[in-house]
C-alpha cells in the first residue's frame, strides 16, 4: 500500500507514456486557444476582450468563448441584473476533452461578484449551466438571487465534465450548489462533477433544496467546502445533500456548522431511485439544528453500499448520525449495506437529552454494522437499541462513554464494547485526537474497516482497508486500528505554529498554537484600512482570498506563518512606495494595466519584482521596460497569448 497524503479523483490522472503523447495533443489545441478580460473598469462588450481592451460583462464572455479558452473577471459587482436581455451568466458552448475546458474565473488576486440583485430568474440559477460539457467555474462571489422564486446560486443540469471551485455562494433563495440530472430534459444525464473548496452561506432564504444538492449524478466528488449559516426560510437548507439517484461519489473534507433547527449537517436521501455507492469522510459537522448526518429514503428507494467514516461530528441539537423510519411516506425505506466505522462522536443531543450518538429508527436496514467509533459525553444514550427488524447489524468494537441506555449496558456487559474515557487531548476546544494513555488506542477491529473503494492513496488497489484517518494520517499505525476518526501514532508529537504580523494589519489567533503532528492550523488574516494583504507564507500552507484565511500544510515541525501587508491607499494590490518610485503617483497603475505592453501587468511586475524573478533573459522586472515572454511566476498563462504576441513582433 502507498501511504500519501492526498486524494485522486476522476479528474486527476497519472501521465503516463500511453497518455503523453494525448497531452501533447491536447496541449497544441490549448496554445490556439484565446484568453479574455472582463473588467468594470474601461470595460465594453464593443472591445476586443484582451486586457488593455476588457468586456463589460460577464454574458459577452459567455456567448463568445469557446473549448480551450478562459475568461478572466476583475475586481467589481457586476450586476447580471441590469443586463438588457441575459439575467444570468450561461455558457453558450461546451468545452472539450481534445480542446481543453472553457473557464470562466476570478482574475489572480481579485474577488469579483456577480450580483443578481434579487431580481426572479428566468432559469434556474444565476450562474446556469446546461446540457454543457467541460466547464469551470473558478474564484467568483454569487449572491443575491432571493427572488421569491427558488432562484439557486450555480446550478448545473444534465451536464458532465464541470468543476465548481473556490466560489463564495451567499444570499441566495435556493440552493447555494445544486447539480441535477432531469429526465424530461433533453441533454446528458449529469456525471463527472466536482464541487471543491467553495463557501457556502445564507441560503435557502425561502426555497427549497439544500446548500449544496447533488442529485441524479454519477462520478461525483464534494470535497474541502465550507458550509455554514443557513438563513432562517422555511424551506430546505440542509447542509449537503446527495440524492434521488446520485451514485459512485464521495463527500469528505468538507466542514458543516450553524445550520437552522430540523436541517442535517449531511443528508443521503434514496427518495424513489437506486442510490448506491457513497463514501462519506473526513467531514467535520457541528452546531447544526438537528442531526449531524441524516441516512434514509424518503420515498421508497433503495439506498445502499454506503461507507460513513473518519468523520468529526459534535455538538448537534440531536444525534451525531439518525436513521429515520419513514416508512409512512412509502410503505418502505429500504437500506442495504450501510457501514458506520471509525467515527467520532461527541455530545450530540445535550441540549434537549434526548438522542445520543447514534440513533437507528429504520426497521428496514439489512446488512448494517456500526463499529471502532467512539461516543462520547452524548445526551440520553450513546447507541439506542437497534430495532427488532433489522437483519444482520453488527454492533461492536466502539467506545462508548457518558450516559449509556438499555441498549448500550448490555453490549458493554457482554464484551461487544467497552466503556471508559478515551482521554481526549483537548474535547473543551473540540480537540478529539487522543492523548498517550487513550484506551482507544489500539481498540478498533481491522475487519471494520471498509475497502479503498475510491482509491484514495493512487496504488490503483481498491480492494485494501482504507489508507488514511481524518487528519490524512495512516489508519492503521498500531496492532490494531485506532478507535475513532484519529490514529495516534506511537511517535505522535506536538509542535509550535507562531503566528506573525507586519504592520498593516493583524493575524488571528495572533498568539502560538500546538497542533499535533499531522494536523493543521487555520489563521484569519485582515488588513487595516489603506492596506492590502501583500503575502502570507509558511507551513507548507495556503492562502484562500475570498475567506482570508490561511490554512497549513500538515504540521511535522515548528513553524511560523508570516502575515505581509502593503500601504495601498488605491487598493489595486500594488504597494503605494513602488507606484509612486516607477510612476511618481498611484493613478497610472492598477492590478490590471500593462504601461510597457509586454503581457505582464504592472501588478504581476510588482509581484515578480517582489519574488526577486527575473525575466528569460535576466532582466529585473520593470513596468517601463518590455520583458522578455515566458517568464516563470505570478504571470503565469494569463500572459502567453500576449507574450507570443510580443515575441513574433520583436522578431
Known amino acids: 500500500m502507498i501511504i500519501a497524503k492526498f486524494y485522486l479523483s476522476s479528474f486527476q490522472k497519472y501521465l503516463t507514456a500511453s497518455t503523453f503523447l494525448a497531452a501533447v495533443v491536447v496541449f497544441s489545441s490549448l496554445c490556439e486557444a484565446a484568453v479574455y478580460y472582463v473588467s468594470t473598469s474601461g470595460g465594453s462588450d464593443s472591445n476586443s476582450g484582451t486586457e488593455a481592451a476588457p468586456w463589460a460583462t460577464v454574458q459577452k464572455a459567455a456567448a463568445v468563448l469557446t473549448a480551450g479558452d478562459t475568461v478572466y473577471i476583475k475586481n467589481g459587482t457586476y450586476a447580471l441584473n441590469t443586463h438588457p436581455t441575459t439575467k444570468y451568466l450561461s ?52 449572491q443575491n438571487v432571493d427572488d421569491n422564486a ?58 427549497p433544496n439544500e446548500m449544496i444538492t447533488v442529485a441524479g449524478v454519477n462520478r461525483f466528488e464534494v470535497r474541502n467546502n465550507r458550509v455554514h449559516n443557513a438563513s432562517s426560510g422555511a424551506n430546505g437548507g440542509e447542509g449537503i445533500d446527495i440524492k434521488q439517484g446520485a451514485k459512485n461519489g464521495s463527500a469528505h473534507h468538507n466542514e458543516i456548522w450553524d445550520l437552522r433547527i430540523n436541517r442535517p449537517g449531511i443528508y443521503i436521501d434514496a427518495w424513489d431511485q437506486l442510490t448506491e455507492n457513497i463514501d ?35 455538538d448537534n441539537y440531536r444525534a451525531g448520525i439518525y436513521f429515520p423510519d419513514e416508512t409512512s411516506f412509502s410503505g418502505k425505506e429500504p437500506l442495504e449495506g450501510i457501514v458506520v466505522v471509525n467515527n467520532t462522536f461527541a455530545r450530540n443531543g445535550v441540549s434537549v437529552n434526548w438522542f445520543g ?48 441506555g438499555t441498549a448500550d449496558n448490555s453490549r458493554v456487559s457482554s464484551g461487544a464494547d467497552k466503556k471508559t474515557d478515551p482521554l481526549f487531548v483537548n474535547a473543551a476546544v473540540d480537540d478529539f485526537h487522543l492523548q498517550a494513555a487513550s484506551p482507544a488506542i489500539d481498540g478498533g477491529a481491522d475487519a471494520a474497516l471498509p475497502a479503498d473503494s475510491f482509491d484514495q492513496d493512487g496504488d490503483s488497489d481498491t480492494a485494501e482497508p482504507i489508507p488514511f484517518d481524518y487528519a490524512d494520517n495512516p489508519r492503521r499505525a498500531g496492532s490494531r486500528v485506532d478507535n475513532g476518526a484519529y490514529e495516534r501514532s506511537a511517535s505522535v508529537s506536538s509542535y509550535t505554529v507562531n503566528p506573525s504580523a507586519g504592520s498593516g494589519g493583524t493575524i488571528s489567533p ?43 500544510g500538515a504540521i511535522t515541525a515548528d513553524c511560523t506563518v508570516t502575515a505581509s501587508f502593503i500601504t ?5 494590490g500594488i504597494d ?33 519584482s517582489l519574488a526577486g524573478q527575473k525575466d528569460p533573459q535576466g532582466a529585473e522586472y520593470d513596468p517601463k521596460v518590455r520583458n522578455a515572454p515566458g517568464g516563470t511566476g505570478y504571470a503565469g498563462r494569463a500572459s502567453f497569448l500576449p507574450a507570443v504576441k510580443l515575441l513574433l513582433e520583436k522578431k
Open 91 to 142: 455558457p453558450v458552448k461546451s468545452g472539450s476533452s481534445t480542446a481543453g475546458w472553457i473557464t470562466f474565473a476570478a482574475y489572480p488576486g481579485h474577488t469579483p461578484v456577480l450580483d443578481g440583485g434579487n431580481a426572479v430568474l428566468p432559469v434556474g440559477g444565476l450562474i446556469n449551466i446546461r446540457n454543457k460539457e467541460y466547464i469551470r467555474i473558478s474564484g467568483l462571489t454569487v
Open 150 to 207: 427558488e432562484g439557486i446560486g450555480i446550478y448545473v443540469e444534465n451536464s458532465r465534465h464541470i468543476i465548481i471551485e473556490k466560489n463564495h455562494v451567499r444570499h441566495i433563495d435556493s440552493s447555494g450548489i445544486q447539480v441535477f440530472t432531469k429526465s424530461s430534459q433533453l441533454g446528458l444525464p449529469s456525471a463527472d462533477i466536482l464541487i471543491d473548496g467553495n463557501d457556502v452561506e445564507d441560503t435557502n432564504l425561502g426555497g
Open 280 to 314: 462519506i469522510h473526513s467531514n467535520h459537522i457541528h452546531h447544526v439544528g438537528t442531526h449531524g448526518l441524516y441516512i434514509g429514503s424518503e420515498r421508497g428507494g433503495l439506498l445502499r453500499n454506503v461507507r460513513i467514516y473518519n468523520n468529526i461530528v459534535h
Open 357 to 404: 450518538a447514534v440513533h437507528v429508527a429504520n426497521p428496514s436496514i439489512t446488512g448494517l454494522i456500526i463499529r471502532n467509533n467512539i461516543a462520547w459525553q452524548n445526551g440520553r444514550y450513546q447507541i439506542y437499541d437497534i430495532p427488532a427488524g433489522v437483519s444482520g447489524a453488527v454492533v461492536s468494537d466502539n467506545l462508548l462513554w457518558g450516559t449509556t
Open 510 to 552: 495572533a498568539t502560538a498554537q500546538t497542533v499535533n503532528h499531522g494536523a493543521t492550523v487555520a489563521f484569519t488574516v485582515t488588513p487595516n484600512s489603506g492596506s492590502s494583504i501583500s503575502s502570507v507564507t509558511g507551513c507548507g500552507g495556503a492562502f484562500n482570498s475570498i475567506t482570508k484565511i490561511y490554512t497549513t
Open 568 to 572: 495601498d491607499a488605491d487598493a489595486d
Open 576 to 608: 503605494d512606495d513602488w507606484e509612486r518610485r516607477y510612476f511618481s503617483n498611484l493613478i497610472t497603475a492598477d492590478a490590471g494595466s500593462d504601461f510597457d505592453e509586454d503581457g505582464y501587468s504592472d501588478r504581476q511586475e510588482y509581484l515578480n
